[in-house]
């Protein structure tokens, strides 16, 4: 019974060691382990605690951040302005002055505060934007745009005298000139550019009956000379057949305006490329026009001499001024008419601008090139005897005029003028005269400025200042020749070693 007893005894004492060193070794691990992590964690939520030294400034400010899930930090008081170069530098994308630089918790990040203007932010703008992919690809550079620096009006005046258009010149280039002194009646001789056409062929009949004089039907025998009583094809016999500006087909027109015969006018609206394509559909030349418009329409002039022409008016008295000019038509029964005309001065300033009411009536308001359209004439109240009135109160007989074209203009406005500037001229195409280089392409190659490519037409605002522009930039450009004129370089003299021995 002893033996028993003293077994039992054993046993308990085995357990009761097991045990204690069981809790032992778990207290061990747990220290191992759990210990590290704890101490880690005090120690960083003392360094986050412990506020910097820092001296007492202006530039100091007080912000807060928000306190995480899993740390807990305390707010950032007076934070330290540093002005190091290699900071301020290096620390992009900062509105305002480096304040603490700083890794994160995990030492993988630098973070980096600053002092931030106040700015109004919109949240939903900003969670759009970061929710908005990036794009990657590199968005082609902008045209570098130039405008020319602007001089004064008495400058300007003496630099582009050289260039105004001598009477020969404006002669050949289809300005209206005045047939005698004192009077309102102009001549007008056009010399328009070749303009290509397609091959024709010419097919022969060699069925066809021989001709006889005074064998036809139609003929009563006695010719020409014989009085015949009028037949109702007469009012035929008194239209004027014009040639259409679009399709190059004639048409005729009676003398109050009325077509004699409805057709429908098919034609290209793009200019012919230089590999014989039109640029409006890209079909290639001779080919059937990709636009259809109900009449066919003419400028209003010939080839070769027009007039006398009447209604025509010029400035008597000195007035002065340099003005830049550009004039919008549409389409009337009379040829090309005046809708829209913008007058600027030279640094730029609007003068003049306004739409005019046509006095025939209107066959196509060209809104694809004028941008005119029925409703803006339907409120148009001055007539071209209007707008006459009032440009010759600023316009005098020394005044300078400048525009692209500016023959068609003057034919508009029905206005006799000698002292013109045309960037026709002054910007001569490379094929030599009639042809002519566009406004757009002077524009773009010179100033990098994109004029005339709006669907809506063109804004004779615009093409105004681009004219400007233009003769502005040749101004400058000569008084730069002028100066390598005045200060040559030095001319080096060769190397002789009997002079540079002495």
Known sequence: MGEIDSGLNMNIVLVILATVLSCIIIQF??????????????????????????????????????????KKRGTWKQKTEFSHPWLLKNLKGHPG????????????FMAATCDEPNVAVDPAGAAARRRKPRDRRRSPPAPATSTPQRISAEELAEALRPHLLSPKRMWALGYPLEIEPN??????????????????????????????????????????????????????????????VRCDKMFRVTRDGEYVFEDNCV??????????????????????????????????????????LEGYVRARSPRGGIYAIDTEMCYTTAGLELASIAVIAADGRLVY????????????????????????????????????????????????LIGHALDNDLRALKLLHGAVVDTCALY?????????????????????????????GHSPLEDARAAMDLVLLKVHEERAQQVLLTNPLPILQPYDPLICAA
């Not at 210990?35 to 807060?64: H, Q, R, Y």
């Not at 005074?214 to 014009?242: F, L, N």
């Open 428 to 456: 001569p195409h490379s094929r030599g005269f009639p042809l002519r280089r566009s406004l757009r392409a002077l524009s773009q190659e010179l100033l990098g400025r994109s004029v005339q490519r709006s669907s809506s």
């Open 183 to 244: 009077s309102s009646k102009a001549v007008v001789y056009i010399n328009p550019p070749p303009r290509p056409r397609p091959p024709q062929f010419t097919s022969f009949d060699v069925n066809a009956p021989e001709f006889v004089p005074g064998g036809s039907q139609s003929d009563s025998g006695r010719g020409s000379w014989g009085s015949t009583p009028r037949s109702e094809s007469d009012e035929e016999a008194d239209a004027v057949e014009h040639l259409c």
């Open 353 to 400: 601008r306004s739409l005019v009411k046509p006095s025939f009536p209107v066959v196509d308001h060209n809104t694809r090139f004028s941008g005119i359209r029925p409703r803006d004439l339907a409120r148009a109240t001055k007539t071209l005897r209007d707008v006459q009135n009032d440009i010759l109160g600023f316009i005098g007989n020394d005044t300078i």
């Open 267 to 308: 034609y290209h609206w793009g200019r012919i490329s230089s590999d014989s394509r039109h640029t409006c559909c890209d079909a290639p030349f001779g080919s059937r026009g990709c636009s259809a418009a109900r009449f066919h329409v003419w400028s209003g002039t010939k080839p070769g001499m027009n007039g006398p």
């Open 29 to 70: 691990i747990y220290k191992n382990i759990f210990g590290n992590k704890k101490s880690k964690t005090e120690e960083e939520t003392s360094m986050d605690m412990v506020e910097p030294i820092a001296p007492t400034s202006e530039n100091t400010v007080t912000e807060s951040r928000p306190t995480g899930k899993s």
């Open 97 to 108: 002055n480096v304040l603490m630089v700083d890794f994160s918790a995990n030492g993988k």
